[in-house]
């Protein structure tokens, strides 16, 4: 027996939230066909270009079933079968789609024995592999779906998933590449109270405004104070990105993730073609190659 999984791209951070929220797609999404087979272990192919390993110990999905297959008492065969609709590196959760929709194909085809909470916990290991640091805020709404707030990691995953606004997301992807580690890299260590202070008010305001579909409040809290500011300078036209878009008519927005890629958030289709229209503007004027995405979250 056999089951093909979409797995969505997410948006990690969504502007104030980092480490912490995150928000699904409609599209782009990895597709993962999982087939029960009769030897245990697992035997991973990439139906794409991208060149990914298939190695499960250094694959983002071979590292998640890895974990399920702990979990279960009894030896279990897969055979794996990844097509990356998202573009590795793009920071909308690539490497996060293919690890959660691994798990969860898998979860199917055992009757579905485990939780969201077990399958995100297995699908971090995933992300391990990809950036080495075990987080959730692309693979929580990777599996929840809507909107999702990791309120905790350690002791315990605790994951709030909650219902997304009807809302329009403009992405453009520029070609270049940024490393999760190196954009980890520049962050400070230590935050000014009174920053602090401005960024949790703004977490708990989009928070609020996302779960009353109250645009003017998502429009005021959206803005990170403190990790955006330190990456800017590694993603080359942000600022006239998010202000031409912003020009068109956007919400507001930001990085997507780590990056490269930037959201922005919309109150309709029609608001989201222009302020894609306007994000790719950014980089056609520089040179720099883009993908843009626009659908409904
Ligand atoms: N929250 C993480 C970060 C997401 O911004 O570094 C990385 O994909």
Redesign the pocket.
Known sequence: SSVTVHAPATI??VGCG??VLGLCLTAPYDTVRLTRREQPGLVIHHLDDYDLPTDPSRNVAGAALLALLRAVPEPLGFEVEITKGIRPGS?IGSSAASAAGAVVAANALLGNRFSHKELIDMAMYGEAVA?GVR?A??IAPAICGGFTLVRAVTPALDVLALPAPPLWVAVVHPQFEVK?KE??AVLPTSVPLALAVRQWANVGGLVAGFLTQDNALIARALEDYI?EPARASLIPGLGDAKRLAMAAGALGGGIS??GPSIFMLNKDEATARAAAEALGSVYRKMGIDFHLHVGPI
């Open positions: 990690a951070n980092f480490d920071g950036s987080h805020d692309n999760t954009a980890r990790v993730g780590s």
